[in-house]
């Protein structure tokens, strides 16, 4: 069978317009396609140049295909596949640094895009001026913007797409910070805030990654070979906060806002905090897939029950449209195609429950309402999987069950006070952004209900609240 490469597709030449940090599934399927499909119907005349975070990432996999992959969407009556063929170039920034910071030379190159988990707009506390290539994604930003001030050209639009709250102000305040430290200059930081655009955003798509146990399959029905397909859902939303002239700068399917907030509280707590929620406690049942999560009749009564009754009236919209969107979110949920792994969703929870389901918890104490139990249990669950493991060894999928997270976050959990561990953990203000044990009655349910996954397992758990 061949093998994806540019002897079977012959892409255009392109010029570079977008640098993207994040190689993996979720750009891939999301901002790809869009641009393929702009530069196809001949609006936008430009490709991307992917930028790899972090060590032992998979821009030598896109090398390897030419830069060339296939994103194949599915769901409810929809089925097709386009080949991407946008990417002009990948750089890994640990390995070729001057060809990291050459992006910032070319002219055409206006836009930055990235997705680089919640984790990522933050300071690594490792980074110093000396540091070649820096660690975090801001210090490499706040270089390669360095670059582009000292060759006189035009600032950046930077659309960070990382799932936290106002992500472009906190990716600019990190960047001015990694300015001001690493030595950088005042003109530089002057420059960053006259002459570059960061807009915060919120992207809205599943898309479930490379479906492992069909390739071979979809393989022989597309006539090649892709080690790099990526499944995605039809729907697919950009919110963007930012002026008209975003729009002139990238002519995607971009939703335009001067308030980003009511969109982003609708789409983070009721599609990201159930799938959080379910890379908690259907791990620990021996669910793998969201699919598996929402085909299990007591886990579909216990999600639907969570949206409806904990996590909708936290968002402060109409109740009729909370409605229609939470029967959209099954839906999505129900599609059929997606293996979306819970794996995959469980990568870096502890930022991900705090900036999904934290603000739910936080939002019933503030209001005098009782805590929202659901959303308790996960915490649990996860505080099961992160560092008790009597909970999750004695579960129904055994030692199976880990942690996916960063080094620090794992850390914090080693060192936290095995004797009296739940308040020792919630207390951490750098796992949480706050102090979860000043929540009242917070601590005693979590002990409450580690103690119940322990005696009688997850599924019994999340029975007594579907």
């Not at 499909?37 to 090398?63: C, K, M, N, S």
């Not at 002219?107 to 660690?135: K, L, M």
């Not at 930081?189 to 146990?213: H, K, M, Q, Y």
């Not at 159930?274 to 216990?302: I, K, N, S, W, Y």
Request: aromatic share 6%.
């Amino acid at each position: 069978m061949m093998q994806m490469g540019r002897r079977m597709v012959a892409a255009p030449a392109r010029p570079t317009r977008i640098i993207q940090f994040g190689e993996g599934n979720f750009l891939r399927g999301f901002l790809g396609p869009q641009v393929q499909q702009a530069d196809d119907a001949g609006l936008f005349d430009g490709g991307i140049a992917i930028v790899q975070p972090r060590p032992g990432g998979h821009v030598d996999a896109l090398e390897r295909q030419d830069r060339l992959y296939t994103v194949v969407t599915e769901g409810l009556g929809v089925r097709e596949h386009r080949i991407i063929d946008v990417v002009t170039a990948t750089v890994d920034p640990y390995r070729a640094w001057d060809d990291f910071l050459a992006l910032a030379d070319d002219p055409h190159t206006g836009t930055i895009v990235s997705n680089t988990t919640e984790a990522g707009i933050a300071i690594d506390p490792r980074d110093t001026a000396a540091t070649v290539p820096p660690r975090g994604f801001p210090a490499k930003l706040a270089h390669l913007m360095a670059r582009r001030f000292a060759r006189g050209l035009p600032g950046f639009l930077v659309l960070p797409c990382e799932l936290i709250d106002d992500n472009a102000a906190q990716l600019k305040r990190c960047v001015l910070s990694c300015v001001a430290d690493f030595g950088l200059g005042d003109d530089l930081a002057g420059w960053i805030e006259s002459d570059n655009l960061f807009c915060s955003t919120l992207v809205d798509r599943i898309v479930s990654g490379f479906p492992a146990e069909r390739a071979e399959a979809l393989w022989v029905e597309l006539g090649y070979r892709d080690d790099l397909i990526v499944v995605a859902e039809p729907a697919l939303s950009w919110v963007v906060q930012g002026p008209p002239r975003v729009r002139d700068a990238l002519p995607l399917a971009i939703t335009l806002t001067d308030d980003l907030a009511p969109y982003r509280r609708r789409k983070v707590y009721l599609l990201n905090g159930p799938h959080t929620t379910m890379a908690q406690l259907g791990r620990l049942a021996g669910l793998c897939t969201v699919a598996e999560v929402m085909g299990d009749p007591v886990f579909r009564g216990f999600i639907q029950a969570q949206m409806r009754d904990e996590l909708a009236p936290a968002v402060g919209l109409p109740a009729a449209d909370l409605g229609r969107f939470c029967a959209e979110v099954v839906e999505r949920f129900d599609n059929p195609w997606l293996h979306h792994s819970l794996d995959a969703i469980a990568a870096n929870s502890v930022s991900k429950f705090a900036a999904r389901l934290v603000p739910v918890i936080v939002a019933c104490a503030q209001a005098g309402r009782p805590l929202p139990r659901r959303v308790v249990l996960a915490l649990a669950g996860l505080l099961a999987i992160y560092g008790d493991r009597s909970v999750c060894d004695a579960g129904e999928k055994r030692d199976k069950v880990h942690p996916i997270d960063t080094d620090d976050v794992l850390e914090t959990f080693r060192r936290a006070d095995r004797s009296d561990f739940v308040p020792s953990v919630l207390a951490q203000t750098s796992l949480w952004g706050r102090d979860l044990t000043a929540v009242p009655g917070l601590v005693g349910l979590v002990d409450d209900d580690l103690a119940l996954l322990a005696s009688r397992g997850v599924r019994a758990a999340v029975e007594d609240l579907s």
